[in-house]
């Protein structure tokens, strides 16, 4: 794992109390909630891997009403990510987090509670972890 992915990693490592209900918000100080919308001239392409990781978690997470799916943007200490972010109804969460260009930077199982998050360098180990049957 190269130094910017551990960069990315450390980011969002330090913010895993930040991603509990009802405050989930990314970013330094008080970040911004989840709930806000960009304007129209704020939006850019979402890389496919992106797509494909919300998709999985939108139908085997909020299809089956299991816990809440986001799609995020965040800058990681100067590293453009998206994130996809499945909350469960438990104190577990699923996170994969994503370069710019789509490139996976880790996905990692939290516990919101323990405020802890169990890197993988691959979406699938945290997919199946997550014990979802859609995968």
């Known amino acids: 794992m190269g130094t910017e992915a551990e960069s990315v990693r450390r980011y969002f490592e330090a913010r895993v109390d930040r991603f509990g209900e009802p405050y989930r918000h990314i ?8 709930v806000e919308l960009p304007h129209p001239e704020d939006y850019v392409p979402v890389p496919g891997p992106v797509l494909e990781a919300c998709g999985f978690y939108y139908i085997n997470v909020l299809g089956r009403d299991n816990g809440g799916v986001y799609v995020f943007q965040a800058d990681a200490d100067g590293t453009p990510t998206f994130g996809v972010l499945a909350t469960s109804d438990g104190s577990d969460a699923y996170l994969e987090v994503y370069g710019a260009g789509g490139e996976l930077f880790g996905a990692a199982v939290l516990d919101r509670l323990a405020m802890t998050a169990e890197w993988s360098d691959a979406a699938e180990a945290v997919r199946r972890r997550a014990g979802i049957d859609g995968f």
Do not use: V
């Open 27 to 34: 970013g330094s100080g008080g970040g911004t909630e989840f």
